[in-house]
């Protein structure tokens, strides 16, 4: 069946470092690939989506590109802030209904 | 656009006990999930309906899982007889029908306790 595999947390970076989360996935077809985020206290919201191969998403900084031939979606953001401190999860869903497939998620940490 | 919303933010029951879980989805969406989530995991697919029908349902859904969305518009989650293995926060999601890469709208979740 379909999965995700995220880079195991927690992560924990100074402001403004790069941030890479790396986020390969299984499924059979071709799926939709998406970064969701969970800010302290909020429920989850929609950070990026691709729905193609070789698609960038890209939303607030973060970018994540779809690569088919590696089966990944790693997310990627030039300079991280504190306020970006939240818990990332990658998901996948096929076509149809948003059965999304979400990976265990990785909790990110800047310090000021 | 208030959102999604769910009631309540927690539940705390004990062993054997029914619990009820409420969902508001934001208003125009015509499809509704729920997911559960347990700690340090991302959510599962529980459920889900589009307008008032319940079109698919996980395996993870035993037969003490029952959902409703009566006329389409909110819905219900209930757990029959809880056991301690339920303990996790439910989570409901909203979004309107469309194409690839549809975008859901989730609630706060509701985190329940089973003593």
């Known amino acids: 069946g379909n999965s995700v595999t995220q880079m195991e947390g927690p992560v924990t970076l100074s402001e403004e470092a790069f941030l890479t989360i790396n986020c390969t996935y299984t499924a059979t077809g071709y799926p939709s690939l998406f970064w969701y985020v969970q800010y302290p206290g909020e429920g989850l919201q929609l950070l990026l989506k691709?729905?193609?191969?070789?698609d960038k998403g890209s939303n607030k900084g973060f970018e994540a590109t779809y690569r088919k031939e590696t089966t990944s979606f790693h997310l990627e953001k030039g300079s991280v802030q504190v306020s970006d401190s939240a818990v990332y999860f990658c998901a996948l869903s096929g076509q149809g209904a948003q059965k999304l497939v979400f990976g265990q998620g990785t909790r990110l940490t800047i310090n000021p | 656009d208030t959102g999604v919303s769910q009631d309540p933010r927690h539940k705390i029951t004990k062993r054997g006990q029914n619990v009820t879980f409420r969902c508001d989805p934001i208003s125009e969406h015509n499809r509704l999930y729920w997911y559960r989530q347990t700690l340090g995991q991302g959510p599962e697919f529980l459920t889900y309906?589009?307008?008032?029908?319940?079109?698919?349902k996980s395996r993870l859904l035993s037969d003490r899982f029952s959902a409703e969305r009566p006329k389409g518009s909110f819905s219900t989650l209930e757990i029959q007889r809880t056991e301690q293995g339920d303990s996790a926060m439910y989570l409901c999601?909203?979004?309107?029908?469309?194409?690839?890469?549809?975008?859901?709208?989730f609630g706060s979740g509701t985190q329940l306790s089973v003593l």
């Open positions: 999601a909203s979004s309107l029908l469309g194409g690839r890469g549809e975008k859901l709208f």
């Open positions: 691709a729905t193609k191969a070789d």
């Open positions: 309906f589009q307008n008032e029908a319940q079109l698919e």
